[in-house]
């Protein structure tokens, strides 16, 4: 082959694998809730924390409508 070399095509399969991986890594915490109390990662469409059962808010969409601290 003309083009690349070798050690190129190495890089760029190494960079490409690190890629996939983060995303791979990353996006399923995108979509998971995270329980404020605990931290425990839970399914979209969990109505509570499966591990202190603290109940998420009905409307937990993209919107931010943290309450004040009481
Ligand atoms: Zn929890």
Do not use: W
């Not at 694998?17 to 996006?27: C, F, G, K, P, R």
């Amino acid at each position: 082959m003309t083009g690349l070399s070798n050690s190129a095509v190495i890089y760029l399969t190494v960079m490409l694998s690190m890629i996939v991986a983060l995303t791979v890594m990353l996006v399923p915490a995108l979509f998971l809730k995270r329980c404020a109390r605990c931290g425990k990662r839970n399914m979209l469409d969990a109505t509570e924390c499966k591990q202190c059962k603290k109940p998420f808010p009905a409307d937990d969409g993209h919107k931010k409508s943290r309450q004040p601290r009481s």
